[in-house]
């Protein structure tokens, strides 16, 4: 009697599990994911300016675009992009024509673009003044330092928000950089 009872309750647990069993996808962003994606935009851009140096043009044209898909979420929708180094009427690169022109160059719809990117640069690090972190987003503010060939830094001032896609991958939505103020 004792077996049949357990056996009845093992087969109700069983059935019961199976139908509560459900996939549960968590896009809630953390801080870890976050640091990731701005170390990663970084090392991509010395990567770019690298395979520029090496490898030309053409190389680093496709090395660029391979990192605006991969980094940024404009198969999702329109990213908010102000570039550091743009002026009007081409101040903003919502699509991502306008943001591998920015980064390397060459397009002659942007013909003041010069390739940020391939501006030889040997490191960049990201000082945050802060993370912002609600559900399935992120937002940053703070100093982005770029270090060329000849030990020049440049820092800039930059603000991003990260989303995830369906796939759970960190884009980038929201990209502003501006060259710090001073007081000439």
């Known amino acids: 009697m004792k077996i049949k009872t357990v056996i009845k309750a093992f087969a109700l647990l069983s ?4 139908a509560f069993a459900s996939v549960v996808v968590n896009q809630a962003v953390t801080e870890d994911e976050v640091l990731a994606a701005q170390h990663g935009w970084c090392q991509a851009l010395v990567d770019i300016s690298t395979t520029y140096t090496e490898n030309g043009h ?90 060329d060939g000849e030990g020049n830094q440049t820092s800039v001032d930059k603000t991003w928000k990260f989303v995830k896609d369906d796939a759970g991958a960190m884009r980038i939505a929201l990209h502003h950089s501006s060259l710090e103020y001073t007081e000439e």
């Open 15 to 18: 059935i019961s599990s199976s």
């Open 58 to 147: 053409e190389a680093a044209k496709t090395l660029a675009q391979e990192v605006i898909d991969g980094a940024y979420a404009y198969q999702m929708g329109t990213v908010l992009f102000k570039p550091t180094l743009t002026v009007n009427p081409q101040t903003f690169r919502t699509t991502p024509e306008g943001a591998l022109s920015y980064f390397v160059g060459g397009d002659e719809t942007y013909p003041q673009d010069t390739g940020f990117a391939l501006k030889n640069w040997t490191k960049c690090e990201i000082e945050n003044a802060g993370v912002f972190i609600t559900g399935n987003s992120a937002s940053t503010m703070g100093k982005v330092h770029f270090t």
